[in-house]
């Protein structure tokens, strides 16, 4: 059973900064041979990419929306995928999840709320 848990959500302010990380278990072959992504969902919207990254680490795919706040990275040891969010604003509230887009599989996600 293939398993994909987000975690590091939580209430941030406008201009903030929050981590969130992605960890990975049960997959068919090495985590390190899947691209993995993260996605969000906004109230009242539908899910849309945010970044992806190739099975290297290498390779980064971040929305244009996001490319110059957000980073992507991954650790191959830990089969953890990281999303490092700076300067969030409030267009940043969604729930986020993980991708594994080979195995067509998500995590249950992770709530993020940018509120003063």
């Known amino acids: 059973q293939v398993h994909l848990v987000e975690s590091g959500g939580g209430l941030v302010q406008p201009g903030g900064s929050l981590q969130l990380s992605c960890a990975a278990s049960?997959?068919?072959?090495?985590?390190?041979?899947?691209?993995i992504a993260w996605y969000r969902q906004a109230p009242g919207k539908g899910r849309e990419l945010v970044a992806s990254i190739g099975t290297r680490g290498g390779d980064t795919w971040p929305a244009e929306s996001v490319k110059d706040r957000f980073t992507i990275s991954r650790d191959n040891v830990e089969n953890t995928v990281s999303l490092h969010m700076n300067n969030l604003n409030t267009d940043d509230t969604a729930v986020y999840y993980c991708?594994?887009?080979?195995?067509?599989?998500w995590g249950r996600g992770t709530l993020v709320i940018v509120s003063s």
């Open positions: 991708h594994a887009p080979a195995l067509n599989y």
């Open positions: 049960q997959f068919p072959y090495s985590f390190s041979t899947y691209v």
